[in-house]
């Protein structure tokens, strides 16, 4: 199963990649050379169609739970101020994405969606400490009844040059399901309550929808 942001890319990486392996099997004569072009560019295809999977994941909804927003490998987990919506102290969680992670940003809970904005900014590497505050991102507040307000920010990254952002104002957000995407390499950042009690370590692997992050 594909995510919609790739189909037109995927289609794209199709035609090319047939038409490539017709015009090598054309006009390379040297065997060699012809079979590791041809690899080549079924690596290719394979490298587009394992970037925009989109695998089922089986979410157990609960709103005393953060689960994670994406898939990838934990690389913060800091108290810090948060400026933009907060104006306060919130344990920072982030998660950082390679470019073979599934890209699908999820919600980590459910509830009302009551922020959601884009910023325009820098593509620093996503590891970088001021990849949050400059690069290209968007910042989105999920409330429900029992965690509060959970902020998670999609943070563009050196190579990703288009974030997608399905959140609008007043949505009702089922956590775990689609809330977005990322295209090529990036990170996302979790600011939670400080009595939220966090699950995860540094450099564990996560994945989306399923791996709960903190509970409260």
Same mark, same amino acid.
């Given at each position: 199963?594909?995510?919609? @942001? $790739?189909?037109?890319?995927?289609?794209?990486?199709?035609?090319?990649?047939?038409?490539?392996?017709?015009?090598?099997?054309?006009?390379?004569?040297?065997?060699?050379?012809?079979?590791?072009?041809?690899?080549?560019?079924?690596?290719?295809?394979?490298?587009?169609?394992?970037?925009?999977?989109?695998?089922?994941?089986?979410?157990?909804?609960?709103?005393?739970?953060?689960?994670?927003?994406?898939? $990838?490998?934990? +690389?913060?987990?800091? @108290?810090?101020?948060?400026?933009?919506?907060?104006?306060?102290?919130?344990?920072?969680?982030?998660?950082?994405?390679?470019?073979?992670?599934?890209?699908?940003?999820?919600?980590?809970?459910?509830?009302?969606?009551?922020?959601?904005?884009?910023?325009?900014?820098?593509?620093?590497?996503?590891?970088?400490?001021?990849?949050?505050? @400059?690069?290209?991102?968007?910042? +989105?507040?999920?409330?429900?009844?029992?965690?509060?307000?959970?902020?998670?920010?999609?943070?563009?990254?050196?190579?990703?040059?288009?974030?997608?952002?399905?959140?609008?104002?007043?949505?009702?957000?089922?956590?775990?399901?689609?809330?977005?995407?990322?295209?090529?390499?990036?990170?996302?950042?979790?600011?939670?309550?400080?009595?939220?009690?966090?699950?995860?370590?540094?450099?564990?692997?996560?994945?989306?929808? @399923?791996?709960?992050?903190?509970?409260?």
């Amino acid at each position: 199963m594909f995510h919609k @942001e $790739g189909y037109k890319i995927i289609l794209i990486t199709l035609v090319i990649v047939i038409g490539s392996v017709l015009m090598i099997d054309r006009f390379i004569d040297i065997a060699w050379l012809r079979i590791l072009l041809m690899i080549g560019m079924l690596a290719l295809l394979v490298l587009i169609l394992q970037f925009f999977r989109n695998p089922k994941r089986l979410t157990t909804l609960d709103d005393h739970n953060v689960v994670s927003p994406v898939d $990838g490998k934990v +690389v913060v987990i800091e @108290e810090v101020f948060e400026k933009e919506v907060f104006n306060d102290k919130r344990i920072q969680v982030s998660v950082f994405m390679s470019p073979i992670n599934v890209h699908v940003t999820r919600y980590p809970i459910g509830g009302n969606v009551t922020y959601s904005k884009y910023h325009p900014g820098k593509f620093l590497v996503a590891w970088h400490p001021k990849s949050s505050e @400059e690069n290209e991102r968007t910042t +989105v507040v999920v409330e429900n009844d029992n965690f509060g307000k959970v902020l998670y920010r999609q943070v563009a990254g050196a190579l990703a040059k288009r974030i997608v952002n399905y959140a609008k104002v007043d949505d009702n957000a089922v956590q775990g399901s689609d809330s977005g995407f990322i295209k090529f390499g990036s990170r996302v950042d979790l600011f939670l309550p400080l009595d939220a009690d966090i699950k995860v370590e540094l450099n564990q692997k996560v994945k989306g929808g @399923e791996t709960v992050i903190a509970t409260k």
